[in-house]
């Protein structure tokens, strides 16, 4: 399945910017999926994953109470809703599926990503 991140852009610390995570050609109904970011010089890391029925979700530590990822009614689209935005939290953001669906937090347990959205949080 191919993967399509967008929604990022630049904001001030403070605000708000929703990625939105879609598939080509097909729904992302039967996928669990993840978001994962990577800052310059820095690792990949996790940021939050939801199952493909949207009943259960998990956050890194970093984001938890600034960042909401939900599906919509018909689990086409997933999208990762941000507040609160920091510099830290700028970075490009890349949304990730997998088919067993259970929460992942490991970039290797994902075999279809996106190309990837720059977040950008200005101080």
């Known amino acids: 399945v191919q993967l399509q991140a967008s929604g990022g852009g630049l904001v001030q610390a403070g605000g708000s910017l929703r990625l939105s995570c879609a598939a080509s050609?097909?729904?992302?109904?039967?996928?669990?999926v993840g978001w994962f970011r990577q800052a310059p010089g820095k690792e990949r890391e996790f940021v939050a994953t939801?199952?493909?029925?949207?009943?259960?979700?998990y956050y890194a530590d970093s984001v938890k109470g600034r960042f909401t990822i939900s599906r919509d009614s018909a689990k086409s689209t997933v999208h990762l809703q941000m507040n609160s935005l920091k510099p830290e939290d700028t970075a490009v953001y890349y949304c990730?599926?997998?088919?067993?669906?259970?929460?992942?937090?490991?970039?290797?347990?994902?075999?279809?990503w996106g190309q990837g959205t720059l977040v950008t949080v200005s101080s």
């Open positions: 990730a599926a997998r088919r067993l669906d259970y929460i992942a937090t490991r970039s290797l347990e994902y075999p279809y």
């Open positions: 050609g097909r729904t992302l109904s039967t996928y669990a």
């Open positions: 939801i199952t493909s029925t949207g009943s259960s979700t």
